[in-house]
């Protein structure tokens, strides 16, 4: 897929609000977004894993020969409610957040995150850090990634 995530998401949200004024009935706005770009070093793919409403995705993200970024989905699913409960609650405590944790080293992780609701986004990046709230909401989204997928790495 060559649009990013965040402008599909944008592209959504947009034209639910401007479809849904005329029509309020037809169409369901999305409530909650969250996207998780995870780049490890050394790596030559990426992977960026995407809640929109109730639909899970993880993209690969990859550059191709003549240095053009390519991003293909290598998975997606509905996810159940219960889970998606505890992952917007886990979310939900990241609003509270500063907007960037990074301790210098050579090498290793780093998360861009945007997370969005009804009121609020909020963007936060973390390099080589460990971060509780953090840690809380990957474990959750690492449970609904079958096994030979890609998951979050924690740091």
Partial sequence: MKLSIVNICLFILLGCTSFKQGRQSDIKQVDFSLEIKQFVSGSYTQNTFVIVGDKFFIFQNSTTKEGQSE????????????????????????????????????????????????????????????????????NLINKIIPDKKPIIYMY
């Fill in 71 to 138: 991003r293909k989905v290598i998975y997606s699913k509905r996810v159940k409610a219960n889970s998606l409960s505890e992952i917007k609650h886990a979310s939900n405590l990241l609003f509270s957040l500063k907007s960037e944790y990074i301790k210098a080293a050579i090498g290793g992780l780093r998360w861009e995150i945007t997370l969005a609701d009804k009121e609020r986004i909020k963007k936060i990046i973390v390099e080589n850090y460990s971060v509780k709230e953090l840690d809380t909401l990957f």
